[in-house]
């Protein structure tokens, strides 16, 4: 039974972003259903995969974990708004140029976590990377192609400062 | 490296940027879990909660009532599927059973087996409707184990199944008459094994178990069905394999293959586990009945209790060498839990097993036992993991009682161009010793493991490959480039790889060719996107349709030149007349000029390739145990593989990693965790514990390029074997490094501490 | 997930009138990274979820050197272990929340949660116990304090009593030459539930035990506080002899089941094996402090 | 005359020996030779509504997997083996 939807007012990449939602429908569900932002993508939905990561005023959090109406007045940062009209950002260079996705379900969730841990740390170790992303699972690359252009992109970054 | 001659490529072997790449890091391409469609319905399904139970009757009245409901169907709307065998990767099923699989019928066999389906205007309406149907089940003892299903006193869970001895998994076979729960007995058998241990001075004889484990893909299974009013379907999902899907749909629905089209949508990971159909059909029917499309997508919960995972085993293995370490006989057994229905991967395990060696005398028996769990599907070279296993762990042991190194002795009795494998055939010409003398060399080897409670462990394995049929086709652009249709879904990176062989032979950049993936009324019959037979298979059909098109621009150039077309030759992407060297154009330039000289060019070509040339690979893995808490960390990787001539070097790089990661977490933490009434205990990736970037190393690999002769590019499978060794090879490594010999996957750190407490105790 | 209701409560007071309005169908949501989860799984069926969030109370993160920490209830964990003052105070405490989860879960799942959902695996729980920390709850009939060891009564459920909210945990200042350490065992390196798990702190005079507490993880039905294998320690010298007779002690205390994370004999071997290790990483805290 | 591999399950067929010797120049003539020879064969090894090697079978000449091969030609010393098809599981 439907119910009474509640009117949740949002930041999202940069846009205000305005959507109706029921209290039962995830910030996931949301994205994805309601406002056709496929990119965000799910693989548990029980907060063990990080394929749903977004940024959320700053931190990244498994999107299904947090409810569409928590989302009010919140900045969020989805993979769809991680490249600009210039160009893609260097993460997503990266993982292209070190060949770091292979079916690339899990790539969306990866990329918005990188980017929130450069962003903090422009020269993670390549022990932080591991542990910074611990939570994203992949099961097609063993990880390793991922740390390589990660690591790539923290360098890219940090010649063009 | 490169071990043999090769030919000098200008764009096979470099590593490209896919051309899917960007739609995939900015989150614009469309999986089938994305696909949505304006008036679709959301469809959700019933699941048995008991592993074995018959169905007395399915109430869905109440379902029905709650507003937002539109459908509910169950088995008694599946159309009854004919009693034949179908191709469903290693593994196999027959349509009746499949249809059963898909919606379970008078009893439901595992926990999570379908039983009825709904669709309702929301995913959360569809799931309150669930509850909403009663279904009186009469609960039945549920067979759990494979050798314990074996025995006479157990329910049979298909009353009538008789035990039928066969040679292949198709194969009507000899029936037995004997009514028992193991569905086929098979037996590969060379020589004489009895007089193979005669001759040996030392036999290991053990046995060994592995525990289900699923392929783990992130992307759920999913299917969204349109069933028009002219009866044509069209299904939008993400598979393994469109054609075999359109056919298996045909036979489960009894409706005309030639008004079903499978549409393919981006793959979020396979692994085999998307070969079979699942809710494509409860989609289609629940779409007739209501009229909207109607969209189904699995928790990761479902995908666990209902899909397809790789059997467990129970084995026994015993092997003999002579004192100088050569091996003169090899024994197994395997007993391979199929799941509820007949037909897991047993005979790929058995042929898989000892392959890598050159032993004149083998016997392997094996069995193929239904149990009250999920019914397994294909998982990267289905059956081989597990029946490598036991085979590496054994002779390992044997090494050592011999007194040789575990990496001398296998290179010692490394099967080569030649030898007989266990199903009679001569290996045809492979890279298994170079996989093997390349680690030999390797810093790896020689390097210091450094510590205490650290091993090192080798292992090798066998993949056959398969070849299957493929259809592709392309258009010739005025500008130069390619537009090139595929019809074998991409789950790793293959559409680039075919543009590749593509560009190559036009000599045109990898840029220029944009390849697509068609449906399957766009396209010719393509085979499953499996078998690590993608690039192979496709790398034909690109030499098939290039060659065509070389033929048709020589004769618009002999046009241009005002010559005959076997005047003009071409060569390093460059048309030519034989007779007046000055008279030369590029591809791209003759591509300009085809409108002039009659009109554009497109070609289309279907192949069925031969020679899919076999996989072999070793890998070796340094460990540190932790004695008081069992953990195993993995310090260092280095897996070499025969990979044929790579064609795109990073993706070639990407599935042998891939592949020993998933065989990582096979040997030390995934399983199905059962209670005794048939219930998972762990279906969440919190508690089925695929491992996370802190759990590896970097995984090095040694790649050696030993062209397969009998493809036009030197194509040999690459996506699958990697996933075999790991098991073995970890399981030495934690011998070497604490001294306890673990046959019982996952090697888990409770049981290492049990093994190591025996130990202990025994020396006392 | 079936129909709900969310209410996001602007005080304490009505957070408290709006749970108890609705008794056991409504429960306060914080970071929402396990309740979220049981709704969806069915394991737990509410009409109304009271979000804690916008609560100042609920949200503020205070340290004093002298006074000691409160952490409010809804204060997520990065907020505690990204505090260096707060880092350095509570060790044992920060062990435990830098491991809950991956980041994503840490950036969002608080303390004051893990807490009310009373796993017996609850990875602060036996770190806040250690640390010998407070629950300030509030509720229609007023305030009230509970020390944590006494907070969970059985899995999943609490002290707390219909329309009772946690408000704060407060953690006393630590004293002289204390440390503390919370360590667990997981098969994987993150993303797991503690298969054992052991909190311990130390207050030591010269290499004197003066006091030591010690609580288990996954052993027992609820968090296990260790009194007697504290005790055991204490006016001893900090030898290993002495820290094995206190793992011991805490084997003894702890009541584990098999289940798929592990069986009880191994889950028996490992209280032993971490207590060992957790009371000798807080012992050389507690010298460098 | 080309050599035949009897799967180790149908070795019972021809009195327990592993390879036996058949006359033909396609795989279809020889797998009649050794249906008339030894009978079973046909019916194990052929699906006579689709006149094709039965699904999952895949025949080896000479260690090469021949995918469709009913009308394959067969060389006078060619090795000929019936085994089980290979589909697999790649990501």
Not at chain 2, 306 to 319: D, I, L, W
Not at chain 4, 24 to 50: C, H, K, M
């Amino acid at each position: 039974m439907a119910a009474v939807k509640t009117h949740v007012r949002t930041t999202l990449n940069g846009e205000a972003t305005e959507y109706l939602c029921e209290p039962n429908q995830s910030l996931l569900e949301v994205l994805r259903d309601v406002l056709f932002l496929t990119g965000t993508k799910e693989g548990c939905n029980d907060g063990n995969c990080g394929a749903c990561t977004v940024n959320m005023d700053g931190r990244i959090v498994d999107s299904c974990l947090v409810l569409g109406v928590e989302a009010e007045g919140s900045d969020i940062l989805t993979i769809e708004g991680v490249a600009t009209p210039e160009g893609l950002h260097p993460i997503q260079q990266a993982f292209l140029e070190n060949a770091a996705l292979q079916c690339g379900i899990c790539t969306p969730g990866f990329i918005v976590a990188s980017k929130a841990l450069l962003e903090k740390e422009p020269n993670p170790s390549e022990a932080r990377v591991r542990h910074w992303l611990a939570g994203n699972l992949c099961r097609c690359t063993g990880y390793d192609k991922i740390v390589k252009a990660v690591v790539d992109a923290a360098n890219t970054m940090g010649g063009k400062k | 490296m490169t071990t043999v001659d090769k030919k000098k490529y200008k764009v096979i072997g470099t590593s490209p940027i896919r051309h899917d790449g960007a739609d995939k890091v900015t989150g614009r391409a469309v999986y089938g879990i994305d696909y949505h469609m304006p008036g679709m319905l959301w469809g959700k399904i019933l699941r048995s909660p008991h592993a074995h139970a018959k169905i007395k009757s399915i109430d869905a009245s109440k379902a029905l009532a709650l507003p937002g409901v539109h459908a509910v169907v169950t088995g008694k709307d599946m159309a009854v599927a004919a009693d034949i065998e179908v191709e469903a990767g290693e593994t196999s099923l027959n349509y009746m059973h499949l249809s059963d699989n898909v919606m379970a019928r008078d009893k439901a066999l595992y926990k999570g087996h379908a039983v009825a389906a709904v669709a309702a205007d929301t995913q959360h309406i569809a799931e309150e409707a669930l509850a909403l149907i009663d279904v009186d089940y009469e609960v039945l003892t549920p067979v759990l184990n494979g050798r314990e299903g074996m025995k006479a006193d157990v329910p049979l869970i298909h009353p009538d199944q008789t035990t039928k001895v066969m040679a292949f998994r198709f194969d009507p076979g000899t029936d037995t008459g004997e009514k028992s729960n193991v569905a086929g007995r098979s037996q590969l058998k060379l020589g004489d094994i009895d007089a193979g241990f005669k001759e040996a001075d030392f036999i290991v004889e053990r046995e060994f178990t592995t525990s289900w484990v699923h392929q783990g893909y992130i992307e759920a299974q999913n299917a969204t069905a349109h069933w028009n009013n002219d009866d044509n379907i069209t299904v939008w999902n993400s598979s393994q394999g469109t054609f075999n899907q359109r056919q298996l749909m045909a036979e489960i629905l009894k409706h005309p293959v030639s008004q079903i089209k499978m549409v393919p949508l981006e793959i979020g990971g396979g692994f085999g586990g998307k070969i079979p159909v699942y809710l494509e059909v409860p989609a289609a029917m629940l779409s007739k009945k209501t009229g909207h499309p109607v969209k189904m997508t699995m928790t990761r919960t479902e995908v666990f209790e209902g899909t397809g995972p790789a059997s467990a085993a129970q084995m026994k293995a015993k092997v003999g060498a002579t004192k100088d370490g050569r091996i003169t006989a090899a024994y197994a057994e395997l007993v391979f839990e199929a799941g509820a229905f007949p037909g897991s991967a047993v005979g790929a395990g058995a042929q898989g097993m000892f392959t890598a060696y050159n032993i004149e005398n083998i016997l392997i028996d094996g069995y193929d036992v239904v149990v009250n769990k999920p019914k397994s599907a294909a998982y990267r070279s289905p059956g081989t993991p597990q029946a490598c296993f036991p085979a590496e762990a054994v002779i390992d042991e044997l090494a050592e009682l011999v007194g040789m190194d575990p990496l001398d002795f296998r290179i010692k009795n490394a099967a080569k161009e030649g030898d007989r494998r266990a199903d009679g055939v001569q290996h045809p010409e492979m890279g298994n010793l170079e996989c093997m003398e390349a680690l030999k060399a390797s810093d790896h080897y020689k390097s210091d493991l450094g510590g205490p409670n650290r091993g090192r462990g080798v292992a090798s394995g066998y993949w056959g490959n398969a070849g299957m049929p493929a259809s592709c086709s392309i258009a010739i652009n005025a500008d130069g480039t390619v537009s090139l249709a595929e019809g074998s879904p991409d789950i790793g990176g293959s559409r680039t790889s075919i543009a590749m062989m593509c560009a190559e032979a036009f000599g045109i950049a990898a840029e220029d060719v944009h390849p697509s993936i068609k449906d399957t009324d766009s396209i010719g019959y393509n085979g499953l996107t499996a078998g690590s037979s993608t690039t192979l298979r496709n790398g034909w059909a690109v030499f098939e349709v290039t060659n065509q098109a070389i033929e048709l621009i020589k004769a618009r150039a002999a046009r241009l030149w005002e010559t005959e077309p076997e005047n003009v030759d071409f060569a390093d992407g460059v048309f030519f007349s034989k007779a007046e060297k000055e008279l030369k154009l590029t591809f791209k330039e003759m591509a300009g000029k085809l409108m002039e000289t009659g009109g554009p060019i497109s070609v289309a070509a279907s192949v069925a390739p031969r020679g899919a040339g076999p996989s072999f690979t070793t890998h070796m893995v340094d460990v540190e145990v932790d004695p008081e808490t069992g953990k195993v960390d993995i310090l260092r990787y280095t897996a070499a593989q025969d990979v044929g001539t790579m064609i795109h070097h990073d993706y070639v790089e990407g599935q042998v990693q891939g592949g020993t990661a998933q065989g990582i977490g096979w040997a030390l933490n995934e399983e199905y965790f059962y209670d005794d009434k048939g219930q998972m205990l762990n279906s969440s990736y919190l508690d089925y514990r695929v491992p996370t970037m802190l759990d590896l190393p970097m995984l090095d690999t040694i790649l050696v390029e030993h062209p397969n002769p009998d493809h036009p590019f030197g194509v040999r499978g690459v996506a699958e074997i990697s996933v075999v060794p790991p098991l073995g090879a970890l399981a030495n490594a934690i011998y070497a490094a604490v001294g306890v010999r673990m046959r019982d996957l996952p090697m888990a750190p409770h049981k290492i501490v049990k093994a190591l407490q025996e130990k202990n105790g025994k020396t006392k | 997930m079936r129909p709900i209701e969310y209410v996001a409560a602007k005080t304490v007071q009505e957070a408290v009138k709006s749970l108890a309005e609705k008794g056991d169908a409504a429960r306060p949501l914080a970071g929402g990274t396990d309740i979220i989860v049981q709704l969806r799984g069915g394991r737990r069926q509410l009409d109304r979820l009271v979000d804690m969030k916008a609560i100042p109370e609920l949200n503020e993160l205070t340290y004093n050197a002298s006074s000691g920490l409160r952490i409010g209830a809804a204060v997520p964990c990065y907020r505690v272990y990204g505090d260096a003052a707060v880092a350095s105070a509570y060790p044992g405490l920060i062990d435990a929340a830098s491991l809950i989860g991956g980041i994503q879960i840490q950036g969002r799942g608080s303390i004051g949660g893990n807490l009310c959902n009373a796993a017996p695996s609850g990875d602060t729980i036996p770190a806040l116990i250690a640390h010998s920390a407070v629950a300030e709850i509030a509720g229609p009939g007023g305030n009230r304090e509970v020390p944590v060891e006494d907070f969970c009564t059985a899995p999943g459920r609490t002290v707390l009593q219909s329309g009772e909210i946690l408000v704060a945990i407060r953690v006393p200042a630590p004293a002289a030459h204390f440390g503390a350490c919370y360590i667990r065992f997981i098969p994987r390196n993150e993303m797991d539930i503690a298969v054992v798990g052991v909190g311990a702190s130390m207050v030591l005079d010269g290499n004197k035990v003066t006091a030591c507490r010690i609580a288990l993880a996954s052993v027992a039905p609820i968090p296990v506080y260790a009194t007697a294998a504290g005790a055991a320690l204490v006016g001893k010298e900090a030898t290993e002899e002495n820290i094995n007779a206190a793992s011991e002690a805490a084997q003894a205390a702890a009541t584990p089941i098999s289940d798929m994370r592990g069986t009880a004999e191994y889950r028996t071997h490992l209280i032993g094996v971490l207590t060992r290790r957790a009371l000798q990483s807080a012992i050389q805290r507690a010298k460098e402090a | 005359m080309a050599t035949v591999w009897i799967p180790t399950p149908y070795r019972d067929l021809v009195g327990g020996v592993e390879t036996v010797v058949v006359a033909g120049s396609t795989v279809r003539q020889i797998t009649r030779n050794l249906d008339t020879a030894y009978p079973g064969f046909w019916e194990r090894l052929v699906d006579d509504e689709t006149d094709r090697i039965r699904p999952g079978i895949a025949v080896v000449i000479n260690g090469v997997v021949i995918g469709t091969a009913l009308y394959e030609p067969v060389g006078e010393n060619d090795e000929v083996h019936y085994l089980p098809a290979i589909a697999g599981g790649q990501s």
